[in-house]
């Protein structure tokens, strides 16, 4: 198994965020003319502790894919624009190059077809608690992603048949949360597991809003 540049940052990347890094680090410079020359992909994974910069990160073992789009030189490093296409597993690191790289599969998802099937069912729901947590927002004059038609517009994408999984990251992408929760999602390997993480994640966020700020 081959091993792929490999690109630790602060951000907890999910399928199908679209990814926008300045780039300005040597070694990463080297390793985004590298992408460029090969594949177009790279690694992107949290940090658990430590920096980017530097090399004294230490990271978690699940990140995800990017695919790179286009890349323009800026007056600090080059600007990358990428997106994710799908969440990994790293096998194995190799800290001797000059940047990392990793070997890595892609992330198992341990789900039934009954479990997809009740999960889909689940989904109206969770979208209405996302609105209700904007609409909590709204009273307190607190920012939030506008969403024409609320949380629930987002769910089949006109297709009712739409992927689950993908339907819940379109979820997820509309909270305001901080990378680890994001991470904590990535990381479980199923999508009862997932829409279960999700369910906290916005209660969290109300408990958070109504302590600071009252209901």
């Given amino acids: 198994m081959s091993f792929v540049a490999a690109f630790p940052v602060g951000a907890a990347y999910i399928p199908g965020d679209a990814v926008i890094l300045r780039?300005?680090?040597?070694?990463?410079?080297?390793?985004?003319?590298?992408?460029?020359?090969?594949?177009?992909?790279?690694?992107?994974?949290?940090?658990?502790?430590?920096?980017?910069?530097?090399?004294?990160?230490?990271?978690?073992?699940?990140?995800?894919?990017?695919?790179?789009?286009?890349?323009?030189?800026?007056?600090?490093?080059?600007?990358?624009?990428?997106?994710?296409?799908?969440?990994?597993?790293?096998?194995?690191?190799?800290?001797?190059?000059?940047?990392?790289?990793?070997?890595?599969?892609?992330?198992?998802?341990?789900?039934?077809?009954?479990?997809?099937?009740?999960?889909?069912?689940?989904?109206?729901?969770?979208a209405s608690q996302i609105d209700s947590l904007f609409a909590l927002m709204d009273s307190h004059n607190i920012a939030h992603p506008h969403v024409p038609g609320g949380a629930e517009s987002v769910l089949f994408f006109g297709d009712e048949d739409a992927n689950s999984e993908a339907v819940l990251w379109s979820l997820l992408r509309l909270l305001p949360c901080g990378p680890l929760a994001r991470f904590e999602v990535l990381a479980l390997t199923s999508l009862t597991s997932r829409a279960s993480r999700i369910v906290e994640e916005i209660t969290h966020l109300r408990e958070i809003i109504t302590f600071r700020f009252g209901p």
């Fill in 23 to 126: 780039v300005f680090e040597e070694r990463y410079l080297l390793m985004m003319e590298h992408v460029l020359e090969s594949t177009r992909q790279f690694v992107s994974v949290l940090i658990a502790a430590g920096s980017e910069v530097g090399g004294e990160d230490q990271r978690f073992n699940t990140g995800v894919l990017v695919e790179v789009d286009h890349v323009e030189p800026s007056d600090f490093g080059v600007m990358v624009y990428a997106h994710v296409a799908h969440a990994v597993t790293i096998t194995n690191w190799n800290n001797e190059f000059i940047y990392p790289r990793a070997q890595v599969v892609q992330h198992h998802l341990d789900t039934t077809l009954s479990e997809s099937d009740e999960v889909k069912k689940s989904l109206r729901d969770i």
